[in-house]
T-cell receptor
Framework: AQSVTQPDIHITVSEGASLELRCNYS??????LFWYVQSPGQGLQLLLK??????LVQGIKGFEAEFKRSQSSFNLRKPSVHWSDAAEYFC???????????????FGTGTKLQVIP | EAGVVQSPRYKIIEKKQPVAFWCNPI?????LYWYRQNLGQGPELLIR????????DSQLPKDRFSAERLKGVDSTLKIQPAELGDSAVYLC???????????FGPGTRLTVL
């Protein structure tokens, strides 16, 4: 069965510092990987996704993620964090090559990001 | 364009009572999802619709949960009767087609006392 592990429940970074959120997945074939952000009272917003091709994926809001098959990881990064990035971040893995990867999507438990001045 | 609309945003009920959530997807979006998000967890898919057809309801607890999307637009998710363990945020999402990126609504936070 597919699964996603986000080992960090809570991370605190200073504004302007770099950020890396960890995500490890388990999936038997080529994974379809996603990062979502959830701000308080807001719905989930897709930051970026990886289906194939270049393993370094650029997303919205200055985020990027790198797919490393050998490590079963898809870590999210941002070079300089802004106070508005404080939110909860979810990594997800999808099954099925013929639905844009949204069939049977499994989400991780999330990482809460706190940004301090 | 307007986003996914969900109502109510908050609902508090006593156990054994019925409750219903409503979702209005983005106009033109044929695919609709209902997810449940327990506290401290990621969302879990309950049901997925393609137009009015429920194409994946394998995770829907059918003894007490039901859903409908009669005209392939709005959708309602119902719980009857509610249990304490049903306290969660219920998220609706929609996409233009099954291969499209889903857009999520703000969710309905249900508290069962």
């Amino acid at each position: 069965a597919q699964s996603v592990t986000q080992p960090d429940i809570h991370i605190t970074v200073s504004e302007g510092a770099s950020l890396e959120l960890r995500c490890n997945y388990s999936y038997g074939a080529t994974p379809y990987l996603f990062w979502y952000v959830q701000s308080p009272g807001q719905g989930l917003q897709l930051l970026l996704k990886y289906f194939s091709g270049d393993t370094l994926v650029q997303g919205i809001k200055g985020f990027e993620a790198e797919f490393k098959r050998s490590q079963s990881s898809f870590n999210l990064r941002k070079p300089s964090v802004h106070w508005s990035d404080a939110a909860e971040y979810f990594c997800a893995v999808g099954a099925g090559p013929y639905s844009g990867g949204y069939q049977k999507v499994t989400f991780g438990t999330g990482t809460k990001l706190q940004v301090i001045p | 364009e307007a986003g996914v609309v969900q109502s109510p945003r908050y609902k508090i009920i006593e156990k054994k009572q019925p409750v219903a959530f409503w979702c209005n997807p983005i106009s033109g979006h044929n695919t609709l999802y209902w997810y449940r998000q327990n506290l401290g967890q990621g969302p879990e898919l309950l049901i997925r619709y393609e137009n009015e057809e429920a194409v994946d309801d394998s995770q829907l607890p059918k003894d007490r949960f039901s859903a409908e999307r009669l005209k392939g637009v709005d959708s309602t998710l119902k719980i009857q009767p509610a249990e304490l363990g049903d306290s969660a945020v219920y998220l609706c999402a929609s996409s233009r087609e099954e291969s499209g990126d889903p857009f999520f609504g703000p969710g309905t936070r249900l508290t069962v006392l």
